[in-house]
């Protein structure tokens, strides 16, 4: 009886739901790009002869997925015969490997594709994961293991000097295709000592890419990213990687105003472990859409001829390419297809550190695993070059360059409800010249990228192997980015790792990015004061600025931002800076009178000492590192929920005087009232470390160095 009125109140159980396949392949469920016959295909080509018949036929029986499925090629004119269109080893210059960070991907899965981009002659991108350093020499084989394009992102993971000056393009991703306006999170499983290591955190923690890079909040400052970037590294492209999305050609025009040399458009497609699930199958848009209005925006507004366009997110096939060259884009990204190539089952276990072909994971049983190889990667962009070839060939076409921005040579499918016209709607244009992008010449730099050091480089690096070198000058608001010439010559040099010892004595108010990548053995001392940015990645350089003497030093001396994403070195303000100060340091050491809200942010490493006010939220997203605070009483108050602060303890003291020792030395009197009489401070300091939560995450040494790199595998 009970049990029947149960059943008439509640009544029987309700049936599972199948599973629908949204995440993983159901026979019944939804479509996949990669089911695993197509995946099988692909491989299978790829073993063998490289042929693509079997595994385009999967893709047609799959229908229309994306906006180019609805799109039919028209002919340009009769065809012609294949032995009349470019070669492959010409198509594959524009083929680069998308951008996968060596965390998210097994270092064996990261070299092996650097290594076979770089023996076809085309690009892989590293992410914004770094790189050994020990992979900047060859193998034992004589091939290139590092990444041609470095990526330079929000967190600026292993952003170093000397990682910018091995670059032959440089990559500023402003945003991710997977998961537009989000930041990126490595997780913790997943954060090996070689990864933390590579990227100045800590063993175990998860690895927090902030949302916006915290020195581009306008084009402008985008344009003193790219100058100081250039500074470091002048032959390198300079690239700007957006997202598709609706008004993206507006931001796009801005980005060949700030003198990027090329923009990629990212679609939707994509995520090897560091996107969430929502994301991965909710946000962004195709290509498709945001590269047609990026190159219709810059052709109407004359901007086209200056800069090269990329595109990747879910390309598959050597008729996808051709779709996108026909919309504008010169170069082509690879990153789904190419894992799949070197042996992705397509498990979706990327952020779980448990993928079983050892390309997604940093376990070293599932590493050992991994059967994949540069040769592979190698006939896999073949394969597609070739597909490519025959497309071109039944057009009518002899190369890319003639399909670039040819629209008219596409024609909308009967879509129902979906009008495709705006995305057929660009107006005539062709390039300039029929040579790919990167052999192009750049577009002349601006006036405003002259400063004082440019023009005394050559001098200065002749004096270095005399012994030190002081160079005198008098600064202003247009020498901006100072030191970042110097830095990057140095670390050119046939034997780099031999210490330098350059001094700048300069005077008057330097210009932005003072400092910036400054390396071990320069030494920058301005009397007076600096804009924003000083101590932009920092890497092993000194940077101190104080007033001229008879000036009070209670007064901002530094703009916003400094000290962002620096990896060694030591910074002296003596007076107050702006906001955001520290965001992302994972080694410098710095000491500063006072800075506005946001302090230390995302910091991962080293030491900060605020002898005055501080702003709100500071510590947000600190996962290692150490912050020693002057409380005036109000400290506590603005501390974020992600720090804590104690009092100061016998093992703290050494380290936090060394330091204001070496502020009073630079001119600082707070710091000398503050040495003489130390016992009547220290009791006014608080030290503020990450909150200790997750007990596998190691708490971050108080030095200035990043911890040590393993070997390369």
């Known amino acids: 009886m009970l049990i029947a009125n149960h059943r008439r109140a509640f009544g029987e159980a309700a049936p599972k739901l199948e599973d629908p396949g949204q995440v993983r392949f159901r026979g019944s469920g939804e479509t996949h790009a990669y089911a695993p016959k197509v995946v099988k295909a692909l491989q299978q080509a790829v073993g063998g002869d490289g042929q693509l018949a079997a595994y385009r036929g999967l893709l047609a029986d799959l229908g229309a997925r994306q906006p180019r499925d609805l799109l039919v090629l028209r002919s340009a004119g009769p065809p012609v015969a294949l032995g009349e269109v470019e070669s492959a080893s010409q198509v594959v210059r524009r083929f680069v490997s998308s951008a996968m960070s060596l965390g998210a991907l097994s270092p064996e899965a990261h070299q092996s594709i650097s290594i076979g981009m770089a023996r076809l002659g085309g690009s892989a991108n590293s992410g914004e994961g770094g790189e050994d350093p020990a992979w900047y020499a060859p193998s034992v084989d004589g091939d290139r293991r590092d990444a041609a394009i470095k990526q330079v992102a929000s967190a600026r993971f292993g952003v170093t000097a000397e990682y910018l000056a091995r670059a032959e393009q440089l990559e500023i991703k402003i945003a991710q295709g997977s998961k537009p306006g989000e930041g990126g999170q490595l997780p913790g499983k997943k954060v090996t000592a070689f990864i933390a290591g590579l990227r100045r955190g800590q063993p175990g923690a998860t690895m927090i890419s902030p949302p916006p890079h915290h020195d581009i909040y306008s084009i402008e400052d985008l344009a003193q990213l790219i100058s100081d970037l250039r500074a470091v590294n002048p032959t390198a492209r300079i690239g700007v990687k957006l997202v598709a999305g609706a008004g993206i050609g507006t931001i796009a025009a801005g980005v060949a105003k700030a003198h990027a040399d090329y923009i990629m458009v990212s679609g939707h497609s994509g995520g090897t472990g560091a996107s969430p699930l929502s994301s991965i199958k909710h946000a962004g848009l195709p290509w498709e859409l945001g590269l047609a209005e990026t190159h219709q925006v810059l052709v109407r507004n004359r901007l086209r001829d200056r800069v090269a366009l990329r595109t990747d997110g879910g390309l598959q096939t050597g008729r996808d390419v051709v779709v996108a060259a026909l919309l504008g884009a010169e170069e082509f990204g690879f990153g789904t297809a190419a894992l799949v190539a070197i042996g992705c089952d397509m498990a979706r276990q990327c952020h779980l550190d448990t993928c079983p072909t050892g390309i997604a994971t940093q376990r070293e049983d599932l590493r050992a695993k991994f059967t994949g190889s540069p040769a592979q990667v190698v006939t896999f962009f073949t394969a597609i070059a070739e597909d490519v070839r025959r497309e071109l060939a039944a057009m009518g076409l002899r190369s890319l360059s ?49 400063c004082f050091e440019a023009d005394a480089l050559d001098g200065i690096i002749a004096r270095v192997a005399e012994g030190e070198t002081l160079v005198r000058a008098r600064v202003t608001t247009r020498d901006r980015g100072i030191g970042a010439r110097l830095a990057g010559a140095l670390q050119r040099r046939p034997e780099p790792r031999q210490l330098p010892h350059v001094r700048y004595e300069l005077s008057g108010s330097a210009g932005q990015s003072l400092g910036a990548f400054s390396v071990a053995g320069m030494r920058i001392h301005v009397v007076g004061e600096a804009n924003d940015y000083v101590g932009k990645g920092l890497s092993g350089g000194t940077v101190v600025v104080r007033p001229p003497v008879g000036v009070a030093q209670d007064q901002a001396i530094a703009g916003n931002v400094c000290l962002f994403g620096a990896t060694a070195g030591v910074l002296h303000l003596v007076g107050s800076a702006g906001m955001r100060f520290a965001v992302r340091n994972s080694g410098a050491r710095a000491v500063v009178e006072g800075i506005g809200a946001h302090g230390c942010e995302y910091m991962t490493g080293g030491t900060v000492v605020v002898l005055g006010s501080i702003g709100p939220n500071f510590g947000a997203g600190m996962t290692g590192g150490r912050a020693y605070l002057l409380d005036d009483g109000s400290g506590r108050k603005q501390l974020s929920a992600s720090v804590e602060a104690r009092p100061l303890d016998e093992s703290d003291a050494p380290t936090l005087r060394d330091l204001l020792v070496a502020h009073a030395d630079e001119g600082s009197r707070k710091a000398s009232t503050i040495v003489v009489e130390w016992e009547r401070w220290r009791g006014r300091f608080l030290v503020v470390e990450p909150r200790a939560e997750d007990p596998a995450v190691s708490q971050a040494p108080s030095s200035a160095e990043a911890p040590p790199l393993a070997l390369a595998r």
């Open 402 to 450: 003639d399909a670039v921005g040819r629209a008219d040579l596409l024609e909308g499918t009967d879509a129902g409800a979906i009008d495709l016209g705006r995305l057929l709607a660009a107006p005539p244009w062709s390039p300039a010249t029929g040579e790919p992008p990167r052999d192009r010449p750049r577009w002349p730099d601006r006036p405003l990228d002259a």
